[in-house]
């Protein structure tokens, strides 16, 4: 069964990358991804300076693999780290390099913007503006207006097609609004659904403590139990953008919930929590699992059922 797709216009021998923020902050760790079963590979969200980001514990697998929370702080090298290494990526080979980009303000997405531009690299930008977990900081994603004006600025800078990370959301007038918005932007070619369910909080029993240390305990989940949010926001927002695609993350542990993404939507599916706990070697478990559905089922590629997610 054929898993390729394009996004943004470049072409992914299979469907599968990584989530932003996980095993992707060092080269090293890039260098792994690389090597792995995966289709392409997305960089640890940069700001313009570096970042040490929270104190740990900051990130925790929830009890019963049903998923994670986190509270990173945004930990990461700088944005000129990862400039110079989509300046050294070797894009003849097989795995198009996209590069995520979390300003802590418009001015920093605009100088990290421009750089980029002005390298005029291969690799493909997205602009995060879902990060639950910097204190102070509300995210973008959930004020419509003001993530209107950031795209009004970014967008012509960008040129190329380039993609955003979006927040869940839980409200159909939520859905119809930024859809609005993503949809004035000719050149903003994907969104990327979800991002983690910000500020959720996860208590021991036993030592009645907050689970992870910033933030009181409050941080972002993710993992299975997010699956059927994350399959309402690829579905809404597949319905809703006619002309972009749809990236999909949240939940998926297996080859099925990646089945159910693409049913619903999706053009490509990232995996943040289940890549954390098994490691790069998952990309192979999970094409050899949705193969074998899609052989039971009789599709022969993912374009043969991507977005046919029927209603009763
Ligand atoms: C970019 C920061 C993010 C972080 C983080 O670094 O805390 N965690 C998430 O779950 N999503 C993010 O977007």
Redesign the pocket.
Known sequence: ADLSTTVAGVHLDNVFFNAS?VWCQHEEELKALLESGSGSLITK?ATFEHRE?NPSPRYLPLPGGVGSI??????NEGYEYYLNYAKQFDYTQAKPLFISL?GLSLADNVKMVTAFVEADLPCILEV?F????VPGKPQLGYDIDAMDAALATLAPLIKKPFGI?LPPYFDIAHFDQVAAVVNKYDNLAYVTCI??VGNGLAIDLDTETALIKPKDGFG?L?GLMVLQTALANVNAFYRRLPNKQVIGVGGVVSGKEAFLHILAGASAVQIGTQLKEEGPAMFDRIKKELQEIMEKKGYKSVNDFRGKVKTL
């Open positions: 923020g969200s980001g986190n509270s990173m702080g945004l930990p979390s995060n879902s990060c639950p977990n990370k991002n983690s972002g993710g």
